[in-house]
Structures are given as structure tokens and as C-alpha cells.
T-cell receptor, first 119, second 113 residues
Framework: DQQVKQNSPSLSVQEGRISILNCDYT??????FLWYKKYPAEGPTFLIS?????DKNEDGRFTVFLNKSAKHLSLHIVPSQPGDSAVYFC??????????????????FGKGTKLSVIP | SAVISQKPSRDICQRGTSLTIQCQVD?????MFWYRQQPGQSLTLIAT?????????ESGFVIDKFPISRPNLTFSTLTVSNMSPEDSSIYLC??????????FGSGTRLTVV
């Protein structure tokens, strides 16, 4: 049973346009969500996160939206750049509201979405 | 954030043999996590490694197959034992980067022939 789902294995977007990557989860206990970007031959790199007490978190060109009732989150990249081409993983964890990076939280990942930004 | 050196980056191994993957962190961390990414699949947690105690394995993973060492707060190894082609995957170690999510090693791409 996959608790974190990324139903789109791939996405192509023109440079300068918005990229929207979606993620659904089934475990209502998840209260902290993270997005990672992964280039070939490299490990995943942390991108942005959101706590369940928020519905939006923004960092530069990256915004994550969380809809708890729908158990859905999305990552928006505006404007998209060719360097954004990578695989994006959604991840979730149960922190019981205490997430402070203390190092004891296990992540559940989606399968990833490969984003291609076309120049 | 922490920097992780993971090696080897890739290897091709004969079935029935074992491979040990090493992760060195540039700072002391309490927990280290080992993940596996099989082709077309998500990253799956294998085990959590605490210094000075036995690793905690997730369902479907056992110590005899994936023994882990954690001799100090900056180093850990994962061994893939008695390998079969089904073990062909990318293996990654990870540590928490306080307040900034998790940092991952660059991964070890294992092919078992």
C-alpha cells in the first residue's frame, strides 16, 4: 500500500511557464511534507517543506501548497528554468507537531515525477 | 547543512557475493538512514542506524541480508549480502539536516549479474 503517491511519472513544461507537480497521501497521521529534487547520479536534494499547520510555503520560485482535507499537496515552480529539469520526490513524515530537524523522523517517499523544462 | 561522502558510487557484482557501502558525514549525527530505490520505485527506508546500538529495520528488511555498522557518530556502512539480481538498486544514506530537511549521499548504483 503506497502511502504517498505521485501519479504523474513525467511532466514537460516550456521554459518560463509554471510547473505544477502533484502529490497525494493516504495516511492522515502525516503532518510534515517535503519535496526533494534529484539529478541523475546524485542523491536527492531538499527543496522545500511544509507543516500541516500551514497551507502554503514559499521560497523563491518554489511554492508548496497543502490541502489537508483532500490529502493533497503540490509544488509550483514559477518561472520554470531548464536547470529545474530533474526528478522531484514528495515525502511525508509523522512528527506529531514537533518537527525541528532532530533527526529521528522517517520519510515515506512517492515514486517521483520527472520534470523536463524545454528551452 | 551536512555533507555526506558515499562510496562506491557504483559497482557491478556477481550474484552470491556481498558489497559494503560506506557513508561518511562531515559532522556528528545521531541517526543515519539507509534507503533503497529500485528501478521505477520510490525510495524505501531499509533501516535506521544509531551509534552504539543495533539498527532498526523496516518491514521486509532483515539484518542477515543488510547488516549495518555504526561505529561512531560520523560513519556508517551498509552491506548487501548474498546478492541476487533483485538487489540491483540505488542505495542511499541520509542524515537529518536540522531544520532543512534531510541530506542524502550521492548514492551507490548496484548491478548484480
Amino acid at each position: 500500500d503506497q502511502q504517498v503517491k505521485q501519479n504523474s511519472p513525467s511532466l514537460s513544461v516550456q521554459e518560463g511557464r509554471i510547473s505544477i507537480l502533484n502529490c497525494d497521501y493516504t495516511n492522515s497521521m502525516f503532518d510534515y511534507f517535503l519535496w526533494y529534487k534529484k539529478y541523475p547520479a546524485e542523491g536527492p536534494t531538499f527543496l522545500i517543506s511544509i507543516s500541516s499547520i500551514k497551507d502554503k510555503n514559499e521560497d523563491g520560485r518554489f511554492t508548496v501548497f497543502l490541502n489537508k482535507s483532500a490529502k493533497h499537496l503540490s509544488l509550483h515552480i514559477v518561472p520554470s528554468q531548464p536547470g529545474d529539469s530533474a526528478v522531484y520526490f514528495c515525502a511525508a513524515t509523522i512528527s506529531d507537531g514537533a518537527y525541528s530537524g532532530a533527526g529521528s523522523y522517517q520519510l515515506t517517499f512517492g515514486k517521483g515525477t520527472k520534470l523536463s523544462v524545454i528551452p | 547543512s551536512a555533507v555526506i561522502s558515499q562510496k562506491p558510487s557504483r559497482d557491478i557484482c556477481q550474484r552470491g557475493t556481498s558489497l559494503t557501502i560506506q557513508c561518511q558525514v562531515d559532522s556528528q549525527v545521531t541517526m543515519m538512514f539507509w534507503y533503497r530505490q529500485q528501478p521505477g520505485q520510490s525510495l524505501t527506508l531499509i533501516a535506521t542506524a544509531n551509534q552504539g546500538s543495533e539498527a532498526t529495520y523496516e518491514s521486509g528488511f532483515v539484518i542477515d541480508k543488510f547488516p549495518i555498522s555504526r561505529p561512531n557518530l560520523t560513519f556508517s556502512t551498509l552491506t548487501v549480502s548474498n546478492m541476487s539480481p533483485e538487489d540491483s538498486s540505488i542505495y542511499l544514506c541520509s542524515v537529518d539536516t536540522t531544520g532543512y530537511g534531510y541530506t542524502f549521499g550521492s548514492g551507490t548504483r548496484l548491478t548484480v549479474v
